[in-house]
């Protein structure tokens, strides 16, 4: 069973703070990791990707990536209200997995409260 | 405008109803896939189509049968469904499941089964 782990929430941070998402997941073999940002409602829009060990960043985003210890971070920095959402991570199947198979986390709720 | 459109937005059905949930990308993508998303679950992968073919049917009941024309429209034909099948139904493309496999989904069709 490949399962990807993060916590629910919700995580409440003022605007202009730096909001932390976290994540783990259990197949080693997997290579390529996903954020995605989902507002009430509507659907999930990505955010970042990753394939590297060590951090990505776009603009305020930041995606720290560690094999070794199976987890991946999402950083924002300056916060805004505008970033509420639930943010979920997502995990490429690895070898056994069908190409493309994308395994998800319940998601993280963030708001940013101002 | 979203390169990945769902139609129908919305959708009320009774149970002995037939009805067809429709998805088409403007991306050129290769890989297409359908996603179920209940609340408080994970997004479960129910169907993935490389290239037209289909290479993972995730243990789906057989009243939710796909179809892919081609590589740019993906169909999901309903029927004889029940109230716990009533969920938000996502559709998502990717460059091919393999290299490329970041996803981007449309915006879903909500399902309603009475």
């Known amino acids: 069973q490949k399962e990807v782990e993060q916590n629910s929430g919700p995580l409440s941070v003022p605007e202009g703070a730096i909001a932390s998402l976290n994540c783990t997941y259990s197949?080693?073999?997997?290579?390529?990791f996903f954020w995605y940002r989902q507002y009430s409602g509507k659907s999930p829009e990505l955010i970042m990707f990753?394939?590297?060990?060590g951090d990505k960043e776009d603009g305020r985003f930041t995606a720290q990536l560690n094999k070794a210890s199976q987890y991946v971070s999402l950083l924002i920095r300056d916060s805004q209200p505008s970033d509420s959402a639930t943010y979920l991570c997502a995990v490429n199947g690895g070898r056994g997995s069908t190409l493309g198979r994308l395994y998800f986390g319940r998601g993280t709720q963030l708001t940013v409260w101002p | 405008e979203t390169g990945v459109t769902q139609t129908p937005r919305h959708l009320v059905m009774g149970m002995t109803n037939k009805k067809s949930l429709k998805c088409e990308q403007h991306?050129?993508?290769?890989?297409m896939y359908w996603y179920k998303q209940s609340a408080k679950k994970p997004l479960e992968l129910m169907f993935v189509?490389?290239?037209?073919?289909?290479?993972e049917n995730n243990s789906v009941p057989s009243r939710f049968s796909p179809e892919c024309p081609n590589s740019s429209h993906l169909f999901l034909h309903l029927h004889t469904l029940q109230p716990e099948d009533s969920a938000l139904y996502l559709c998502?493309?990717?460059?091919?499941?393999?290299?490329?496999?970041?996803?981007?989904f449309g915006q879903g069709t909500r399902l309603t089964v009475v």
């Open positions: 998502a493309s990717s460059q091919d499941g393999h290299k490329t496999p970041e996803a981007f």
């Open positions: 189509y490389n290239f037209k073919e289909q290479t």
């Open positions: 990753i394939y590297s060990n």
């Open positions: 991306l050129g993508h290769n890989a």
């Open positions: 197949d080693r073999g997997s290579q390529s």
